[in-house]
């Protein structure tokens, strides 16, 4: 048996964004399911776990893994199919009720990120601990997700999924930065994050070092996947 890891992805990626990652993954023997969630403007946050949801099929041993915004969405595949785990990378954490629109200012993102006393471009900010490279492609590849729908609309939990919840904090994050996290992560979950030396893009910064990570979540919390 093996585990099936289900990438979550975050705001303006795709399935892409979590190649390297797949590789390594696949390369363990586990099953992937990666996607590009939709980019249609009328798309839910209910459509985008409906699309995982589908996509996911009849699987078994999930490991969901949200990226950034994805953690807005994981959460709800939660509620459609059984998961073993739910790790969030560097993920946006809503309360029920909250829009994304609305997360950064609930959270005090602004004020944390001046902390930083600097703010740059996009490859400043998500891509520099990324080789040049897959940076360049990274950009060329942007798509226009969430939804404007997705992004107004409340979360729609009441509360968070009866599911084992890890998070990987990035020490080196330049969006979401680590200290302020850290406090975020305590908050709205309860629990210590793990950490790890990357900026905001580790599935593609650190992709052999990220799916090493995943597999211990997967051995810890799904054990029966290894049997």
């Not at 996009?122 to 997705?150: F, Q």
Request: with cysteine.
């Amino acid at each position: 048996m093996a585990a099936t890891f289900v990438p979550v992805h975050a705001a303006g990626d795709g399935a892409w964004g979590w190649h390297l990652v797949e590789a390594e993954l696949r390369a363990r023997g586990h099953d992937v399911v990666a996607i590009d969630l939709p980019i249609d403007e009328s798309a839910s946050l209910w459509d985008y776990a409906e699309a995982i949801v589908r996509a996911v099929g009849d699987r078994t041993n999930l490991v969901l893994v949200a990226h950034s915004f994805g953690g807005f969405t994981a959460p709800l595949v939660c509620t459609r199919r059984p998961v073993d785990a739910l790790v969030l990378v560097t993920a946006m954490i809503p309360t029920p009720g909250e829009a994304p629109a609305d997360w950064w200012a609930n959270t005090g993102l602004a004020a944390a990120r001046r902390t930083l006393g600097a703010d740059g471009d996009d490859i400043w900010t998500y891509y520099h601990d990324v080789p040049p490279d897959l940076a360049a492609e990274a950009l060329k590849r942007n798509r226009a997700h969430p939804s404007e729908r997705a992004y107004r609309e409340p979360w729609p939990l009441e509360v968070w999924p009866d599911v084992a919840t890890r998070f990987l904090l990035c020490r080196h994050d330049r969006f979401f930065p680590a200290e302020w996290m850290r406090a975020l992560v305590r908050e709205r979950l309860g629990i210590t994050p793990d950490e790890i030396d990357s900026g905001h893009c580790p599935n593609l910064s650190r992709p052999a070092e990220l799916a090493l990570r995943l597999e211990g979540y997967a051995r810890d919390l799904a054990p029966q996947a290894f049997r």
